[in-house]
């Protein structure tokens, strides 16, 4: 019964994306949509946007890296090293912690080195990978996406972000402790 069900949902994963496609395609067709033309002009579209969210991407990757050269990350590291402790929160998985609301390449990094120090299997992998998960990059949404449509008003947006991801945090290193 279990490879049956495997079989079913690997057809299914194989298939969803061109079925949704094919889908998209046959909507625009019935409803005489210029295919070629709204493609083009989405696509210019996504490039202004892109454009625009450049200064904006530049500034938050260059503040991270600052912050992880200086050593400030370590330090803020040792700091709070006491509270997480308390909660059980493995020390190695701080920088991830603190890294993953600014930016998601930043904690993929940090998690890749943790998972290659400890394993993919070790608790703290499992932990980290659940953090990343869990998760979002609330500052670099704010930055790029809010910052990209004129939004500059953000602070409950902010304070939301910043309570799911400590709500996330906290569940990724509760539900590990239970599981694993």
């Known amino acids: 019964m279990a490879d049956i069900l495997t079989g079913f949902l690997q057809t299914i994963s194989d298939w969803a994306i061109p079925i949704l496609a094919a889908g998209i395609v046959m909507l625009a067709l ?60 493995p020390g190695e998985a701080l920088p991830m912690a603190l890294v993953r609301p600014l930016s998601g390449s930043g904690a993929l990094g940090i998690m890749s080195d943790i998972i290659n120090t400890h394993g993919p299997d070790s608790y703290i992998g499992r932990v980290v990978s659940t953090m990343m998960g869990s ?22 947006a902010l304070w939301a972000g910043l309570i799911a991801d400590v709500a996330g945090l906290l569940s990724a290193v509760w539900i590990c402790s239970l599981v694993f």
Request: net charge positive; with cysteine.
């Open 135 to 156: 998760t979002e990059t609330t500052f670099y949404v704010l930055a790029v996406y809010f910052g990209s449509v004129g939004v500059s008003k953000v602070r409950h």
């Open 30 to 89: 019935s409803r005489r949509v210029k295919i070629y033309e709204a493609f083009v002009e989405g696509a210019k579209e996504g490039f202004n946007v892109g454009v625009r969210i450049i200064p904006y991407l530049v500034a938050i990757l260059c503040g991270i890296a600052f912050f992880r050269a200086s050593g400030a990350l370590d330090l803020l590291t040792t700091l709070i090293a006491p509270i997480t402790n308390f909660l059980g929160m």
